[in-house]
């Protein structure tokens, strides 16, 4: 059964959760961005090492960055010298300015870079109907000053970090971070637990299903998600993997059956109303994948 080592609250939005020697998540909340949370409704994480800690995903926000740093601090003071974007959304990179003024350097897939600079707009856009202006204002978009295409690798003190982008997933840039020594796996959006994974119009379901076999050929024992609490595999496959299997042999036998969009709340994927947002994204999911298919 997993388990974890330890948990403790760093402040009332993120808890700081330790998953095993020197790697730690930071959870957010599963619902929507807000004011209170700085739009860091997501999971992050970091490493320490002897030469310095090692962040995953920045924050939505300059308030949400210093959110993260805060989180950290409770468990240790080194320096954040290095911070990587697992993809294009608002919470995985808007608040590399932060730590780009502390010294951080910024590591990201060609990819994501090129969605975080085609969707700046539209996630300023949305974060200015759910945040403060001061919190928009005052948030700079900073991009990568390490970009790779499929791969790449660094070690840190003596932490190996193996960084893939494999594909189109949630995002277009969506990458998972691997450390070998630890059996740990940071998923980033590929990996959806307790709450409904999104289909958006930035999503491709067909390549996320292919983006998440790739990463569970890792078989990790610690899998850190890019929403939701830190599992295992096989719980990220029930959530996530099983979920985009289903809903896409459901679309494409309704399609097969002459099933027009007009029609699609008749696709049935009542077995993940379990998990949250279910009753708000599941309609909206299904929508995505018919048009998908028809493009296919």
């Known amino acids: 059964m997993f388990s974890i080592l330890g948990q403790a609250w760093a402040d009332k939005k993120l808890k700081v959760q330790k998953v095993t020697a020197n790697v730690y998540a930071i959870i957010g909340e599963l619902g929507n961005r807000s004011p209170e949370n700085h739009g860091n409704n997501a999971t992050f994480g970091f490493i320490v090492t002897e030469q310095g800690i090692v962040l995953i995903d920045s924050g939505a926000t300059l308030d949400g960055a210093k959110a993260i740093h805060k989180a950290i601090k409770s468990v240790s003071d080194k320096a954040i010298v290095k911070v990587i974007n697992s993809g294009g959304q608002d919470h995985r990179w808007l608040g590399n300015d932060y730590f780009k003024k502390l010294g951080a350097e910024i590591i990201a897939s060609k990819d994501a870079v090129k969605d975080q600079k085609n969707r700046l707009k539209d996630q300023f856009f949305r974060l200015a109907s759910l945040m403060s202006d001061k919190a928009i204002s005052s948030t700079i978009p900073v991009y990568a ?152």
Request: hydrophobic share 35%; glycine share 6%.
């Open 145 to 296: 000053d390490t970009v790779f295409e499929k791969q790449y690798q660094f070690t840190l003190g003596k932490t190996v970090f193996e960084i893939y982008h494999h594909g189109h997933a949630h995002t277009p840039g969506d990458s998972y971070i691997w450390l070998p020594q630890h059996s740990v796996m940071f998923s980033g959006d590929i990996v959806y637990v307790e709450r409904l994974l999104g289909v958006n119009d930035h999503s491709n379901s067909k390549s996320w299903i292919d983006v998440f076999e790739s990463m569970a050929k890792f078989t990790p024992k610690y899998l850190i998600p890019g929403h939701g609490s830190p599992t295992d595999l096989e719980h990220a496959k029930k959530d996530s993997y099983n979920y985009l299997l289903d809903l896409r042999a459901a679309v494409t036998d309704f399609m097969d059956n002459g099933g027009d969009m007009s029609e699609i709340n008749k696709v049935d994927m009542s077995k993940y109303k379990y998990l949250l947002n279910y009753d708000t994204l599941s309609g909206r999911n299904a929508q995505r994948v018919y048009a998908e298919l028809e493009w296919e």
